[in-house]
């Protein structure tokens, strides 16, 4: 019997897919796991494994670039010579999507020190949504826990959700449809009052940031304080380091210290609230115990933030490790999602480009980000005399309806601290 594999709903708001490579064609066997397509989302370019063994009977399109929304046939699986009839048969997605979920969250859940609020707990009650279905919980204010699943394996689906909320599926499916559904022709200028100009599709990573970064916009009320320090000793000790850490393959950059002495700072309780959230819904302060910072890495499709998890467990070597393997992962585009789930604080860091002191926008719901800028040797009064030092630009952008600028300033006064001595930090372990 024929099997078609549709492409799943993953969640993370994602819709649609571009396809970007095909390594099966029509008539080709095929084995369970192996990888059929890749398909770029606005989040990753994503390799899609066979969900059987067979012989593919029809391919979503015949060439690459084509866009594929959630729901749409993959690939129709079957046996040799068989013949397909669409509507006839059978659906996978449900199955195959049910096992990448589990083994997605539970590789998230354990791969943090301190697991995300309400993943782990979940699992060990047993309770399966998609983060989809979580979200519209959240929204209709849901329990999940008392939410009988009527999925695969007992997933919790939106209609169950709808139903505990007693929201009428037929009404929220119809209110979810367009106004129209005639197809309009679109006429577009390729010049304007000027001359002529260039289009290039908004899509893709880039939209997905700009959508990031407009509802941050909306949802903070954000605050900049800029700061300077002195990196003097800092750039000496990463000196001395640096030969050990190649020998291991490592790069040792000084975004590796700058992320251990982050969360060192952020560790005292003075300074937890950096690492923080804001409930609105609940109106209550999330506070983290745990440690994971994000960083900016800019690619050819936009800027993608990859996560070094659990730092306060981790040297710097360690970390410099991590950063340039997912630095690397992210401009192949290759990062699972889990490598860009889970931050509680972010940090962009232009230096390496040029600049000096900027405005960066919150990565939310975190609370702040922390801005770095381009080291520059300057002149400074130090015991009383003018001295030639390397100077690090900071800049901490926080949402000023948890945080207050006295806050702001003595968490960057102890982070200063650590990057003046950082010989308080470890190197290695």
Same mark, same amino acid.
């Given at each position: 019997?024929?099997?078609?594999?549709?492409?799943?709903?993953?969640?993370?708001?994602?819709?649609?897919?571009?396809?970007?490579?095909?390594?099966?064609?029509?008539?080709?066997?095929?084995?369970?796991?192996?990888?059929?397509?890749?398909?770029?989302?606005?989040?990753?370019?994503?390799?899609?494994?066979?969900?059987?063994?067979?012989?593919?009977?029809?391919?979503?399109?015949?060439?690459?670039?084509?866009?594929?929304?959630?729901?749409?046939?993959?690939?129709?699986?079957?046996?040799?010579?068989?013949?397909?009839?669409?509507?006839?048969?059978?659906?996978?997605?449900?199955?195959?999507?049910?096992?990448?979920?589990?083994?997605?969250?539970?590789?998230?859940?354990?791969?943090?020190?301190?697991?995300?609020?309400?993943?782990?707990?979940?699992?060990?009650?047993?309770?399966?949504?998609?983060?989809?279905?979580?979200?519209?919980?959240?929204?209709?204010?849901?329990?999940?826990?008392? +939410?009988?699943?009527?999925?695969?394996?007992?997933?919790?689906?939106?209609?169950?959700?709808?139903?505990?909320?007693?929201?009428?599926?037929?009404?929220?499916?119809?209110?979810?449809?367009?106004?129209?559904?005639?197809?309009?022709?679109?006429?577009?200028?390729?010049?304007?009052?000027?001359?002529?100009?260039?289009?290039?599709?908004?899509?893709?990573?880039?939209?997905?940031?700009?959508?990031?970064?407009?509802?941050?916009?909306?949802?903070?009320?954000?605050?900049?304080?800029?700061?300077?320090?002195?990196?003097?000793?800092?750039?000496?000790?990463?000196?001395?380091?640096?030969?050990?850490?190649?020998?291991?393959?490592?790069?040792?950059?000084?975004?590796?210290?700058?992320?251990?002495?982050?969360?060192?700072?952020?560790?005292?309780?003075?300074?937890?609230?950096?690492?923080?959230?804001?409930?609105?819904?609940?109106?209550?302060?999330?506070?983290?115990?745990?440690?994971?910072?994000?960083?900016?890495?800019?690619?050819?499709?936009?800027?993608?933030?990859?996560? +070094?998890?659990?730092?306060?467990?981790?040297?710097?070597?360690?970390?410099?490790?991590?950063?340039?393997?997912?630095?690397?992962?992210?401009?192949?585009?290759?990062?699972?999602?889990?490598?860009?789930?889970?931050?509680?604080?972010?940090?962009?860091?232009?230096?390496?480009?040029?600049?000096?002191?900027?405005?960066?926008?919150?990565?939310?719901?975190?609370?702040?980000?922390?801005?770095?800028?381009?080291?520059?040797?300057?002149?400074?009064?130090?015991?009383?005399?003018?001295?030639?030092?390397?100077?690090?630009?900071?800049?901490?952008?926080?949402?000023?309806?948890?945080?207050?600028?006295?806050?702001?300033?003595?968490?960057?006064?102890?982070?200063?601290?650590?990057?003046?001595?950082?010989?308080?930090?470890?190197?290695?372990?």
């Amino acid at each position: 019997m024929a099997y078609e594999f549709k492409f799943p709903d993953v969640g993370q708001g994602i819709t649609e897919g571009e396809v970007v490579k095909w390594h099966v064609r029509e008539g080709d066997a095929v084995k369970e796991d192996q990888v059929l397509v890749e398909i770029e989302t606005d989040k990753a370019v994503v390799e899609v494994p066979s969900p059987k063994s067979g012989f593919v009977l029809k391919r979503h399109s015949s060439s690459e670039g084509q866009k594929i929304n959630v729901g749409d046939v993959i690939v129709v699986i079957g046996q040799k010579g068989e013949k397909y009839v669409p509507g006839k048969a059978a659906d996978v997605t449900a199955a195959t999507a049910e096992k990448a979920l589990k083994t997605a969250e539970k590789k998230d859940a354990g791969a943090v020190v301190g697991s995300l609020p309400g993943s782990m707990a979940d699992i060990e009650k047993g309770i399966f949504a998609m983060p989809a279905v979580r979200r519209l919980a959240a929204e209709l204010k849901v329990d999940l826990s008392k +939410v009988k699943g009527t999925g695969p394996s007992g997933r919790v689906t939106e209609d169950d959700v709808r139903k505990a909320a007693g929201v009428s599926t037929a009404a929220a499916k119809e209110s979810e449809k367009p106004q129209s559904e005639e197809p309009q022709m679109k006429v577009v200028k390729k010049y304007d009052f000027w001359g002529y100009v260039r289009r290039e599709p908004f899509k893709g990573v880039r939209k997905a940031t700009a959508e990031k970064m407009a509802l941050s916009a909306s949802k903070t009320a954000a605050v900049t304080n800029f700061d300077e320090a002195d990196i003097t000793e800092l750039a000496a000790l990463r000196e001395k380091e640096k030969a050990a850490a190649e020998k291991k393959g490592i790069k040792l950059t000084f975004l590796a210290f700058i992320i251990k002495a982050v969360v060192e700072s952020m560790r005292k309780p003075e300074h937890n609230i950096i690492n923080s959230s804001l409930d609105e819904a609940a109106q209550e302060v999330v506070i983290k115990d745990y440690y994971n910072i994000g960083f900016a890495v800019a690619t050819e499709a936009g800027l993608i933030v990859p996560v +070094v998890k659990g730092v306060n467990a981790k040297s710097i070597i360690a970390i410099a490790g991590e950063v340039q393997q997912l630095a690397e992962k992210a401009r192949s585009r290759k990062l699972d999602m889990a490598d860009m789930m889970g931050g509680s604080f972010t940090i962009s860091n232009i230096g390496s480009i040029g600049g000096t002191f900027f405005t960066p926008i919150i990565n939310y719901p975190e609370a702040a980000i922390l801005g770095v800028g381009k080291i520059v040797e300057k002149p400074v009064v130090k015991d009383g005399k003018i001295v030639i030092r390397k100077i690090m630009p900071l800049s901490l952008t926080y949402d000023h309806r948890i945080i207050d600028g006295a806050q702001a300033a003595a968490f960057l006064n102890t982070l200063i601290s650590y990057l003046e001595k950082p010989g308080l930090l470890p190197v290695e372990k």
